[in-house]
């Protein structure tokens, strides 16, 4: 098992910037993504960013150029580096890992966990 802590969600005006941090622990061998998703009220929840173990990183059309995804591999830790803030950016953000490999015999295996979610809201 995998457990993910996020950190780093709060109340900010518009314009402003946040960082959230993602820590994972446990059984930690073989995460190839590590992400963020966001979900707000009465929306499903949608992907914002994810950076693989090679450094590729994708992110969600509403945050390009305001949002940037890093990971320090030698902490397991993920941030979210949010910029020019809107008030639309307000949701429960969660961390993400996807846990994946071969195991002996040839199976492959993929392996999803959540964090619980931090609140980050946009308002004046």
């Known amino acids: 098992q995998v457990q993910l802590v996020e950190s780093g969600g709060g109340l900010v005006q518009p314009g402003g910037s946040l960082r959230l941090s993602c820590a994972a622990s446990?059984?930690?061998?073989?995460?190839?993504?590590m992400g963020w998703y966001r979900q707000a009220p009465g929306d499903e929840r949608e992907l914002v960013a994810t950076?693989?173990?090679?450094?590729?990183?994708t992110y969600a059309d509403s945050v390009k150029g305001r949002f940037a995804i890093s990971r320090d591999s030698a902490k397991n830790t993920v941030y979210l580096q949010m910029n020019s803030l809107k008030p639309e950016d307000t949701a429960v953000f969660y961390c993400?890992?996807?846990?994946?490999?071969?195991?002996?015999?040839?199976?492959?295996?993929?392996?999803?966990?959540w964090g619980q979610g931090t609140q980050v809201t946009v308002s004046s």
């Open positions: 993400y890992a996807l846990q994946s490999g071969v195991v002996p015999g040839g199976i492959a295996y993929e392996n999803d966990f």
């Open positions: 446990g059984s930690i061998r073989n995460i190839n993504v």
């Open positions: 950076i693989t173990s090679g450094g590729t990183t």
